[in-house]
Every structure is written in structure tokens, then in C-alpha cells.
């Protein structure tokens, strides 16, 4: 019985995340593993984060090479931030917001309520997937199967600008909150995508979601610190930790 109690919370949550997240592509993978080839891609050691900043700020940034040294960017092992979903309809709008927390093949994912409060966990190791409400003693347990970690947190993959076919309307360097970033807009879906990737860490800034001239869906990643998370955030409701220990 508690075991299909929390599956059905999890197919609650992937279903959420994939009605928030209709009309766009989400890849398992949550990394950047394209090659680029162009000769206006800066060089970059993607063990430096400052170094990927001064790079990117010595590129001439365009919609004929956007896509080239965003690819050059890497995600970083391991890292935890806030992401605020808002999404506009006629009359009003609903904000939800959950908290990451990476370590290389581990990536928790916890929905907060309006008070800031976790409310469910999606915690996924490699290619197992660990879901519980709070307060719980017991986890689902299952396949990973196909879905992604960025759809899990209401997250867009911002590395599907780089797949083939998309075309860029514009792009250029935009400073988020003095944080360098590329700034691409394009169309996928029907909607106007407007992205800010940062430079500093590789990941998603913010992202915008237009129908026509109206804005739909706003996202925002806040507080991010690029550090090993707290290993209790990879521990189990039952105490164990998924590392083994």
C-alpha cells in the first residue's frame, strides 16, 4: 500500500512537470556533450568557471555562433540552487518553486509549498529514482526510464537550443544581476523562448515563455552555489544513505 501510495505521487509529479513543460524537449541528459567545431568558439577549461566568464566575454556574441559556444559550456558536478517557476493567466498567477541539489550521478530534486516547506522528494541515483512525501518513513523505488532531471524541477533544458533544426531569432551577451550570460531567443512549440545562460556556471539563468506578446511562464534560478551539496540530502526517509554509507 506504501509503495503505491508514493508511485502515485511520483507519477503526479511527472505528469506536473510535464504539463508545465509542454511544448518543449527535455533530453535525459543533463549535460552539455556537443563538440563544437566553430572557429568563434572561445576555449575553455571547464574546471574554471572564471576562466568560461573571461572567454565568453571575448566573443562577440551572434545568432550565427550562440549556439556553437553555449555548447562549449559545462554543467558543473556538483552544485545546489533555488528555481522559481511563475506561470501567467488571465487574471492572475501561480508561482511554484522547488530546490536542487547535485553531486555528480545524484540529483535531488524537492518541491517546496507556499511556506518554503519541502513537500516531496524526487531523489534519483544514476538510473533509480527515489520519491517520498514529507514526512514519510518509506520511499518509492523504481526505473529512471526516460525523463529527465531539469523536467523533474520544472526546469527547461536549455540545451535543446543546440539541437538541429532550431533557429536562432537573436542572441547576445546580457548581464543577469552583474552575472555575464548568453541571451538567445528562438521559437519551439508555438511559444517565443527567451534563455539566459550563464557564463559563471554553465547553467540556466532565467527563461521566458511568450504566446504572441504575452508572457505565459517565467524562470528563474536563484542561489546557486557551486559546491558539493550537504551529504545528508542524498539520505533516504529510512535513514540510509544512496551513496552506501
Not at 518543449?24 to 567545431?37: A, M, P
Not at 514526512?135 to 523536467?151: K, R
Request: charged share 20%.
Amino acid at each position: 500500500m506504501v509503495a503505491a501510495i508514493c508511485a502515485g505521487v511520483l507519477v503526479g509529479l511527472l505528469f506536473l512537470s510535464y504539463l508545465v513543460s509542454s511544448g518543449l524537449l527535455h533530453r535525459r541528459d543533463t549535460g552539455i556533450n556537443l563538440n563544437s567545431q566553430g572557429d568563434n568558439t572561445p576555449v575553455v577549461d571547464e574546471n574554471s568557471q572564471l576562466l568560461t566568464a573571461q572567454s565568453v566575454a571575448e566573443v562577440q556574441i551572434g545568432p550565427e555562433n550562440a549556439q556553437q559556444v553555449i555548447a562549449s559550456l559545462t554543467r558543473p558536478q556538483a552544485y545546489r540552487c533555488t528555481i522559481e517557476n511563475t506561470l501567467y493567466y488571465s487574471g492572475g498567477s501561480s508561482v511554484m518553486r522547488c530546490r536542487r541539489y547535485a553531486d555528480g550521478s545524484a540529483v535531488r530534486t524537492d518541491t517546496l509549498n507556499a511556506s518554503g516547506m519541502v513537500q516531496s522528494t524526487v531523489l534519483r541515483v544514476k538510473d533509480t529514482v527515489y520519491a517520498w512525501e514529507n514526512g514519510e518513513t518509506t520511499a518509492y523505488q523504481g526505473d529512471w526510464g526516460s525523463f529527465s532531471d531539469d523536467a523533474a524541477a520544472l526546469l527547461p533544458t536549455y540545451e535543446d537550443v543546440l539541437r538541429d533544426g532550431v533557429e536562432l531569432q537573436s542572441a547576445s551577451r546580457q548581464d543577469v544581476e552583474q552575472e555575464p550570460c548568453i541571451r538567445v531567443s528562438f521559437m519551439q512549440g508555438g511559444y517565443r523562448c527567451v534563455y539566459d545562460v550563464s557564463a559563471v556556471s554553465g547553467l540556466l539563468r532565467s527563461a521566458a515563455f511568450y504566446s504572441g506578446d504575452t508572457l505565459t511562464r517565467k524562470v528563474t534560478v536563484e542561489n546557486l552555489k557551486l559546491e558539493r551539496p550537504d551529504s545528508r540530502m542524498f539520505t533516504l526517509p529510512s535513514g540510509k544513505s544512496v551513496w552506501g554509507e
